[in-house]
């Protein structure tokens, strides 16, 4: 039992999370009346795709794995003092070094992640404006109050 | 509905549980995306090709160049979007303009003459925005970036929407301002890009700039670079996140906002 726990829990407990959190939202897309409600529901299914990648790109503990900002010219600074002057700051500059990557967290995940919570604010940016605009319209943001008061309008535009 | 809904939810959740298994643990350097030829090369070649130590400004500004454009594009899109709508009187609604309040307004008491709010605020926003303006032009040596630092900068206009009103928000930064301020920052992005076309390399390919910016190489050249399209990226979303605000809290009408 303690081993099933281990290995099914612990060790994948961001995908636990991650699955958790993404059916509360896609729960609150599908059953919810009101439609600010629904985008509460978009939202979390968002983060919780946003923390599934984030969490994909954890390679160890902090005391291992660095965020990806390669600190060189520091040590390429020291390099230098320490060495003397044979090389000039510039060519210490262009030396190749050997990086480590696994020293690093893996940076692709982040940056899919900055652009996918850009589309974020911009989709429910959009989607409140459209909801405001049906608002406007019909006075109440519940579904079935709109899709009634949608079913009793003549139909004109055929 | 509902149980129907809960069924629906719960067997996808014990799928996506059953999957989860077959994943690879948390934290393990060796795993499919982390050990990926792709990820790698960007950790190891960054710093050679760019001098940019923040990998991820790196990958978003230049490796990943067309996709950040576009992102800043899809930003530039949904403000007019959301202008668009909700300012648009459409054949046949009843709509008469403005929202009906669903609760009668109360009369508001608060109107920037609060001393401890205001006082406050004044203070807090030109920090806020100074701490915006390092994230934006520091992005590529410590986290940041246009984003980041754009979100900042807008936040703190919100901010003074809020703590004093929509009309003092506006007197700095009017429609006008934001929208020229929303497209200078597309057109930085693209311009930097069709610059290196014109100077004979690919769209975006910023290494070819060394030729007009005075005592780099290609790497710098593309640090350089990066920077500038930050800054472009800083203005659309800084622009772009206070018209969002102040188009939806007034229903587009831009006046009497919270």
């Known amino acids: ?158 | 509905m509902k149980f129907f809904a809960l069924l629906a939810v719960s067997v996808t959740w014990c799928l996506l549980i059953y999957a989860a298994r077959d994943f690879p643990d948390f934290a393990v350097p060796d795993s499919p995306a982390n050990g990926g030829k792709v990820s790698n090369y960007f950790l190891e070649k960054t710093e050679e090709n760019s001098h940019v130590p923040n990998v991820v400004t790196a990958v978003l500004a230049d490796y990943r160049g067309y996709d950040t454009m576009f992102e800043t594009v899809v930003i530039f899109t949904a403000g007019i979007a959301i202008m668009a709508i909700l300012r648009m009187t459409p054949g046949g609604s009843t709509g008469s303009g403005a929202l009906p309040p669903a609760v009668p307004r109360r009369k508001r008491t608060f109107d920037g003459s609060e001393l401890i709010v205001s006082g406050t605020c004044k203070l807090l926003i030109p920090i806020i925005q100074l701490f915006a303006l390092y994230v934006i032009a520091h992005g590529h040596h410590s986290p940041g970036g246009g984003f980041q630092g754009g979100v900042i900068l807008g936040a703190s206009f919100i901010l003074l929407a809020i703590s004093r009103n929509l009309d003092a928000a506006l007197q700095r930064l009017s429609e006008k301002r934001y929208l020229m301020l929303a497209s200078v920052g597309v057109l930085i992005y693209a311009g930097i890009g069709v610059m290196s076309l014109l100077l004979g390399a690919n769209f975006l390919d910023y290494g070819i700039l060394s030729q007009i910016l005075p005592a780099t190489d290609a790497a710098m050249a593309r640090s350089h670079s990066m920077l500038g399209v930050e800054v472009g990226v800083a203005f659309t979303v800084s622009a772009i996140m206070f018209a969002i605000y102040a188009n939806l809290s007034t229903a587009g009408e831009l006046k009497n906002g919270l």
Do not use: C, R
Request: hydrophobic share 45%; charged share 15%; proline share 4%.
């Open chain 1, 1 to 158: 039992m303690q081993e099933f726990l281990q290995q099914t829990i612990v060790a994948n407990f961001n995908y636990w999370i991650y699955v958790t959190l993404m059916m509360i939202g896609l729960y609150a897309m599908i059953s919810k009346n009101n439609l600010i409600k629904k985008l509460i529901g978009m939202s979390i299914f968002q983060t919780a795709i946003i923390l599934f990648y984030v969490s994909l790109s954890v390679k160890g503990t902090t005391d291992e794995v660095s965020i990806p900002i390669i600190h060189h010219h520091q040590e390429e600074a020291e390099h230098a003092d320490h060495g003397g002057e044979k090389k000039g700051a510039a060519a210490a500059h262009h030396e190749p070094h050997a990086i480590d990557p696994t020293k690093y967290a893996n940076p692709l995940p982040h940056v899919l992640m900055l652009t996918a919570i850009v589309v974020g604010v911009a989709i429910l940016g959009v989607a409140l404006a459209v909801s405001q605009l049906l608002y406007k319209d019909y006075g109440t943001l519940e579904e079935s109050e709109i899709l009634a008061a949608i079913k009793e309008l003549p139909s004109d535009h055929g």
